[in-house]
Antibody
Framework: EVQVLESGGGLVQPGGSLRLSCAAS????????MSWVRQAPGKGLEWVST????????SYAHSVRGRFTISRDNSRNTLFVQMNSLRAEDTALYYC?????????????????WGQGTTVTVSS | QSVLTQPPSVSGAPGQRVTIPCTGS?????????VHWYQQLPGTAPKLLIY???NRPSGVPDRFSGSKSGTSASLAITGLQAEDEADYYC????????????FGTGTKVTVL
């Protein structure tokens, strides 16, 4: 069964750091781009970051650029996001998702496998 | 800040047809980029519902269909059922400074 499972969420003070992990199984992890998507309480979905299968291509939403770092370990089938300088507005449920789609430049991709999410709360 | 606009809510009686519009611009849907749709049942993670404008993943009922024209897209649900009550989001790619992948603002479907 294709699945992804997030971990690492918790309560952190403003300005603090947190590292989220996402363990993947059931597919050849290195062949697929992966993303983080977040959802603030009672709000809609917000794309956070994407990393290519090899890890060579990375993109970030403006709201997290310079503070978040996405990475992956293909030998461990695991996706990460290091979150620094956290703010109250980063409070959200963070989802890990696998990307699907047949175009090479990523512009047609969609999120075809989602985890259950891990909660990040930034508060003093 | 979402660049794809959806109505906050739509409703319909069981068996009826409802549509959810997703309005974009020349930097996303209007530029020809594909539109995808997700269903988020209460308290659960989003699930891919429609990909590449009008394709259903395995297991998604054919009551759900998607279309795209110009700078907009639309999700239609025919034969509305109680279990369709959920939040629905459109998603596309945006080539402007506003981001890479963009989601719609989300629409809550209520079955009356």
């Amino acid at each position: 069964e294709v699945q992804v499972l997030e971990s690492g969420g918790g309560l952190v003070q403003p300005g603090g750091s947190l590292r989220l992990s996402c363990a993947a199984s059931g597919f050849t992890f290195s062949q697929y781009a992966m993303s983080w998507v977040r959802q603030a309480p009672g709000k809609g979905l917000e794309w956070v970051s994407t990393i290519s299968g090899s890890g060579s291509d990375i993109s970030y939403a403006h709201s997290v650029r310079g503070r978040f770092t996405i990475s992956r370990d293909n030998s461990r089938n695991t996706l990460f996001v290091q979150m620094n300088s956290l703010r109250a507005e980063d409070t959200a449920l963070y989802y890990c998702a696998k990307l699907g789609g047949s175009c090479s430049d990523g512009r047609c991709w969609y999120l075809d496998v989602w985890g259950q999410g891990t909660t990040v709360t930034v508060s003093s | 800040q979402s660049v794809l606009t959806q109505p906050p809510s739509v409703s319909g009686a069981p068996g009826q047809r409802v549509t959810i519009p997703c309005t974009g611009s020349s930097s996303n849907i209007g530029a020809g980029y594909d539109v995808h749709w997700y269903q988020q049942l209460p308290g659960t993670a989003p699930k891919l519902l429609i990909y590449t404008n009008n394709n259903r993943p395995s297991g998604v009922p054919d009551r759900f269909s998607g279309s795209k024209s110009g700078t907009s897209a639309s999700l239609a649900i025919t034969g509305l059922q109680a279990e369709d009550e959920a939040d629905y989001y459109c998603q596309s790619y945006d080539n402007s400074l506003s981001g890479f992948y963009v989601f719609g603002t989300g629409t809550k479907v209520t079955v009356l």
